[in-house]
């Protein structure tokens, strides 16, 4: 077996880069076999300020999970979501609570529904799974607050289909105000299976 030494810098980690079998790195994607962690970076900049926005509408669409995987493994039909940080770097402004969804609808805009038609992987409409029983826990997650800054860390372990490959960042309070301060970046890190 060969030694292979890198010698850029993690910044300038930007291209492809394949490490032997299924295992991959594209910018702010790296899979490894059929686990991926994928970065987003997020801003509420083109939220309507004029308009009230409701439980479960759409603040901003992040982008797309990654559903490849090596050739010898099964056709996936699920996501397994194992963990998402969020870094607030600068508040929203008003009070504003939300969370994560998935949703196989790409393009939905800024203050619709998003939550009704997909999948919440973050956020307090959440019944995460208890590894340590091996099924669904009697606790619920919290939402996510994006009105104080800093790291948030949920750690859900839920699924999802794998139709429902677009990720958002959707209210569950009422927002009458404006938040279009509010910038932060995600990084979840999830399965295909």
């Given at each position: 077996m060969a030694t292979t030494t890198f010698t850029k810098g993690i910044e300038e980690y930007e291209d492809n880069v394949t490490f032997g079998t299924g295992i991959t790195g594209t910018g702010l994607l790296h899979s490894f076999g059929t686990r991926k962690i994928q970065t987003f970076?997020?801003?509420?900049?083109d939220t309507d300020t004029a308009s009230a926005y409701a439980d479960g509408d759409c603040l901003v669409e992040l982008g797309t999970l990654d559903t490849n995987t090596p050739s010898s493994i099964v056709t996936p039909t699920?996501?397994?979501?194992?963990?998402?940080?969020?870094?607030?770097?600068?508040?929203?402004?008003?009070?504003?609570?939300?969370?994560?969804?998935?949703?196989p609808t790409s393009g939905?805009?800024?203050n619709?529904?998003?939550?009704?038609?997909?999948?919440?992987?973050?956020?307090?409409?959440?019944?995460?799974?208890?590894?340590?029983?091996?099924?669904?826990?009697s606790v619920t997650e919290i939402d996510l607050d994006l009105d104080a800054a800093g790291y948030h860390v949920f750690d859900?372990?839920?699924?999802?289909?794998i139709a429902?490959?677009?990720?958002?960042?959707?209210?569950?309070?009422?927002?009458?105000?404006?938040?279009?301060a509010g910038r932060f970046t995600v990084e979840l890190e999830y399965s295909v299976h």
């Open positions: 970076v997020g801003s509420l900049a699920k996501f397994f979501i194992h963990r998402a940080v969020v870094f607030i770097t600068t508040v929203a402004g008003p009070t504003l609570v939300g969370g994560l969804a998935l949703n939905i805009a800024t619709a529904a998003v939550v009704s038609s997909g999948t919440e992987i973050v956020g307090a409409g959440v019944a995460s799974f208890n590894p340590r029983i091996s099924a669904t826990d859900p372990l839920v699924q999802a289909p429902n490959t677009n990720l958002y960042v959707f209210s569950t309070t009422t927002l009458n105000g404006d938040a279009s």
